[in-house]
């Protein structure tokens, strides 16, 4: 296999079911080593089972690869150290980590309340933060690793998801945080945005009967199998790997690159304070696309937005 992955070593979170399952059984065939986590709840994050994990793990021993499988929960500090430990005390190294466990509560505003919030927040952030935390320090004294966060394309919006497009947007700036992070130090870490049907998309929200009876229709839906985007992950997940702190798209045969970009905008002239009559008149200007740049970190978006500044004391 051109793009293997003898003796690496995988935390794949929410492995059980879906999209982390498609990943978990692809990088097993592929040849790593896989630590299959997933706590078992439901689709809100409620209760525990072991048998989702176990099964895939079963899946990919039987295939010929090599998984164990864990059940802890990544949403506190212990439960998200607990999968590299294991990697590390059954395999010897931590390689890869690709934090794809989630949980999702419809609601929006103005029913939605901050426990809501909390909820996703715990597994889709903390959960990320905390098992990359842990992998970090291995990663930092191999000079390797790969990180691959799970968005999503709900971070666009729905009608009554608030609290996990909120969640999902923030792992965009961690991702390029830690990017930041990292250094010269050959640690990738990428985001991906699936475009898959599972349990999580499947619930009772209006938006996704929106998607169904607005959108492609519900064959297409239907057949936007996990698997499909596992291949774009493995790629995030391998040495040749080159990228970081970018955003990709995956799903039903489709990958593609999304970024945030800045307009060069509407300078105001001399040295008088811009008014709001000045900005409402130039909001053409200050939307316009062409000439857009792409941030890589802070400061290169203040060295562009200042550029105008530079040569002030």
């Not at 630590?35 to 099964?55: C, Y």
Request: hydrophobic share 40%.
């Amino acid at each position: 296999m051109t793009y293997g992955f003898d003796d690496r070593v995988a935390v794949v979170t929410g492995a059980g079911r879906g999209i982390g399952r498609a990943y978990a059984l692809l990088l097993g065939e592929l040849g790593a080593k896989v630590v299959v986590n997933d706590l078992g709840g439901s689709t809100e994050g409620v209760g525990s089972d072991a048998g989702p994990a176990e099964k895939v793990a079963e899946e990919i021993n039987a295939a010929g690869g090599t998984a164990i499988a864990d059940t802890s929960d990544i949403s506190t500090p212990e439960g998200g150290r607990r999968p590299v430990d294991r990697a590390v005390e059954a395999f010897g190294r931590i390689d890869v980590v690709v934090n794809n466990a989630g949980n999702v509560r419809f609601a929006g505003l103005p029913a939605v309340d901050a426990e809501n919030i909390d909820s996703h927040l715990g597994v889709h952030v903390r959960g990320a933060f905390h098992t990359t935390r842990a992998a970090w320090p291995h990663m930092l004294e191999q000079n390797y690793g790969r990180i691959v966060h799970t968005s999503s394309i709900g971070m666009f919006g729905l009608p009554d998801n608030l609290g996990y497009a909120t969640a999902k947007s923030a792992l965009i700036g961690m991702a390029r945080s830690m990017t930041v992070s990292a250094g010269d130090h050959d640690i990738k870490v990428n985001v991906i945005a699936p475009n898959a049907m599972t349990r999580l998309a499947g619930g009772p929200s209006e938006g996704m009967d929106q998607l169904r009876d607005q959108g492609p229709g519900p064959a297409v839906a239907d057949a936007m199998d996990p698997a499909q985007v596992a291949p774009m992950v493995a790629y995030l997940a391998h040495e040749v790997c080159e990228v970081s702190g970018e955003v990709f798209l995956a799903g039903a045969g489709r990958f593609a690159h999304l970024f945030v970009g800045v307009t060069e905008g509407y300078l105001h002239p001399g040295s008088a304070p811009a008014s709001v009559e000045d900005v409402v008149k130039n909001l053409g200007r200050i939307k316009d696309h062409s000439g857009y740049y792409v941030p890589t970190t802070l400061m290169d978006c203040v060295g562009h937005y200042m550029a105008h500044r530079q040569e002030e004391k």
